[in-house]
């Protein structure tokens, strides 16, 4: 980090403090990760690399996310999707669609939980998205144990439910935004 702010190289200081940001959460110092991602959040942006700022505000979503700040944790997720939708990235539009069952799960509403917990699997199916980082892993634990919890026939329903939907209605139901003024953003 200091060799790339003393040359200027924007994208190799936000490369370093995503880096550092992943070892402050692993740590459990999830203050300090949100402070390092955020900095890496601005580096990415001072160069224009989006891909990169979709995958930092998805990693800050789940940092946010296990610092209990459901709402902002939400809102970091939303925007990571719309980052990763404006790049076409499939697998970070999984990513922070199974984000956002999680934010649902926590904020006591495991029935939307399940419905789009259910959409980004078959979203993650279809397109052949793999999540391997811990923080998912560990996360997805969480939200299969919160929808065991639903009445069996519920859970059904709310799967069901979220297995029929196409990417693009998962998309309006988990950010709450009706797919025609999700047209109007873009």
């Not at 669609?97 to 699997?121: C, K, Q, T, W």
């Not at 993650?124 to 793999?130: L, P, S």
Request: with cysteine; proline share 3%; charged share 25%.
């Amino acid at each position: 980090l200091e060799i790339q702010e003393r040359i200027g190289d924007y994208e190799g200081m936000g490369v370093a403090l995503s880096g550092m940001a992943q070892l402050a959460m692993g740590a459990g110092d999830l203050d300090e990760s949100l402070e390092l991602y955020e900095r890496a959040k601005e580096a990415m942006v001072t160069v224009g690399d989006r891909p990169e700022v979709a995958r930092i505000m998805d990693e800050m979503a789940w940092c946010t996310l296990a610092a209990s700040q459901v709402d902002r944790a939400r809102g970091l997720f939303v925007g990571s999707l719309q980052a990763h939708d404006s790049v076409a990235s499939t697998r970070g539009m999984g990513l922070a669609l199974f984000g956002l069952s999680a934010v649902e799960v926590a904020a006591g509403r495991a029935d939307r939980g399940a419905v789009i917990a259910a959409a980004a699997e078959v979203f993650a199916e279809a397109e052949g998205v793999v999540v391997t980082y811990p923080w998912v892993t560990a996360a997805k634990e969480e939200v299969s144990a919160a929808l065991l919890g639903l009445p069996p026939a519920e859970l059904e329903r709310c799967t069901q439910e979220g297995r029929r939907m196409s990417v693009q209605e998962a998309v309006a139901y988990a950010t709450g935004v009706p797919l025609e003024e999700r047209a109007a953003l873009a």
